[in-house]
């Protein structure tokens, strides 16, 4: 199968009138078990786009992070991220959401619309929402705004990593591979993980089942 490479046609047709500035918003570590939700968003210059852009999830870490340091010089980039406390309390779907408000808001010149990234926008106030299933694969700016998330957040989870690295966030960034899972086992739920997902919450559940019939044998 052959996936298709991103284009500036949707940011074209919006921003059309009075060449308005046109966000793309991507967010990325929703389905992790440690660490916050990220998003990002973008506003692209059409006359410096960087070569290579594309999904985040079809690049290596090396070309990501080389692609991010080019937008960085030569896009407005605004990054938001929820806090595993706000996962916790509101939920993961809610908590994106946010993540990509403060994105939005952290954009150094306001948008008139954003292309967001999936089937469902949160709310903008002002700024126009424009869902773009599989955005990332279409619209070159929802491609930089993955790009600029994962960037993001990878580099705090390889810094978590330092305090914590028996469960190699450095490399499995917060996600349920087998060695988090089995380091979870053995050295217990951190403040950095997400005490409302079902394995953690089975953690915590069985730590103090166990806690309870020690003090009653």
């Not at 059309?16 to 990220?38: H, K, L, S």
């Not at 997400?194 to 009653?216: G, V």
């Amino acid at each position: 199968m052959v996936v298709p490479s991103p284009t500036f046609d949707l940011e074209t047709t919006l921003g059309a009138q009075e060449n308005r500035p046109i966000a793309g918003v991507d967010e990325v570590g929703r389905g992790a078990w440690a660490g916050p939700v990220y998003a990002a968003a973008v506003i692209l210059n059409p006359h410096t786009l960087p070569p290579g852009l594309r999904d985040s999830k079809t690049l290596s870490e090396t070309r990501r992070e080389g692609l991010s340091a080019l937008l960085w010089d030569c896009a407005q980039i605004g990054v938001g991220r929820a806090e595993v406390e706000e996962i916790d309390q509101i939920g993961v779907g809610k908590a994106t959401y946010v993540a990509m408000q403060r994105a939005v808001l952290a954009l150094p010149q306001k948008p008139a619309a954003a292309i967001i990234d999936g089937l469902h926008a949160p709310d903008l106030g002002e700024v126009e929402a424009h869902t773009l299933i599989k955005g990332d694969r279409h619209s070159l700016s929802v491609a930089a705004a993955s790009i600029a998330a994962k960037v993001a957040r990878d580099q705090l989870m390889r810094s978590l990593h330092l305090d914590f690295p028996h469960f190699s966030w450095d490399r499995n960034k917060g996600y349920g591979a087998k060695i988090h899972a089995a380091a979870l086992e053995t050295h217990g739920v951190t403040d950095h993980h997400r005490q409302s997902f079902a394995p953690i919450r089975r953690l915590i559940d069985a730590k103090h089942l166990d806690e309870r019939f020690t003090r009653t044998h």
